[in-house]
């Protein structure tokens, strides 16, 4: 489906995980288009990480005293990662030329023992794109739970990425955080950084300020996360893009005492706006 309004074309893909496919402002790509026909989340330019974001080790937590194991649901990594929604057909609530909601529905099971709402508002004004993204505890028993958006970012020579937290988390080779570092452990952030280089980074900023700039050949826009106070960057070497995802937790929060309690009844949101 496409919403096109105030210089905005936005094509979004319910069917595969509630992703965007693409999404241009006055004919530039502000994220990375999906190629024709991809049947794969990971291909597309954002994607929603409900009810939990990045990973969980190896799918094991205990709550409550109860132990679980959730399906490691990304081919051979050891962790399960980014949720349900995300490999998930999302419904249409609504649409107009400007917006549309999108939502999804888990009924329990092993994938995830509670019962949740998800809930996906996409925006257009004259100068921003507001998405909006919401988790209800539709069960009777409270439930730990996080939010994220997985934006990819087009990266080239010209790709600069500016925002200010407080640390960085270095990682395992399994991308698990191991101890905190300065934040500009992999680059001056603060001051502005090329994003293009030839090592991976796939680390956590936490105490983020909910600001940041992304630059571009043809000028580029603002992103400001609301309900997130991490800023997961995934800069894999060589890729012709980036990700810069407002997550409301660090990774495998679950077992470390990070996740937030949905009460029953109870609704949960994160943000993420683009502003040109």
């Not at 994607?47 to 490691?72: C, E, K, M, S």
């Amino acid at each position: 489906m496409k919403l096109e309004a105030h210089g905005w074309v936005l094509e979004l893909v319910p069917a595969l995980g509630g992703a965007i496919g693409a999404l241009r402002h006055d004919g530039h790509d502000v994220l990375r288009p999906a190629p024709k026909g991809a049947r794969d989340p990971l291909e597309t330019g954002c994607f929603p990480l409900v009810p939990y974001a990045n990973r969980i080790a190896h799918g094991r937590f205990t709550f409550d005293g109860q132990a679980h194991q959730l399906p490691l649901n990304f081919g051979d990594h050891p962790h399960s990662l980014h949720g349900l929604g995300w490999q998930s057909a999302w419904t249409v609530a609504e649409a107009a030329a400007d917006q549309a909601t999108l939502t999804h529905a888990h009924d329990g099971g092993a994938s995830w023992p509670w019962v949740y709402r998800a809930e996906q508002r996409f925006t257009l004004a004259p100068c921003d794109l507001r998405i909006e993204l919401s988790i209800t505890n539709t069960g009777n028993a409270p439930m730990p739970a996080g939010l994220g958006l997985h934006p990819y970012f087009p990266c080239d020579a010209e790709t600069h990425l500016t925002f200010a937290a407080e640390r960085v988390w270095l990682a395992d080779e399994t991308m698990l955080p191991t101890e905190p570092a300065a934040p500009a452990r992999f680059g001056d952030w603060s001051a502005g950084e090329a994003v293009a280089g030839t090592t991976l980074i796939d680390n956590a900023y936490e105490d983020w300020d909910g600001a940041a700039a992304i630059g571009q050949g043809w000028g580029g826009f603002a992103m400001r996360g609301e309900g997130a106070d991490v800023l997961h960057i995934y800069r894999p070497p060589g890729a012709g893009f980036f990700c810069a995802e407002p997550v409301s937790h660090l990774p495998d929060a679950i077992n470390r005492g990070g996740m937030e309690l949905l009460a029953p009844g109870q609704t949960r949101g994160l943000a993420m706006i683009l502003s040109i």
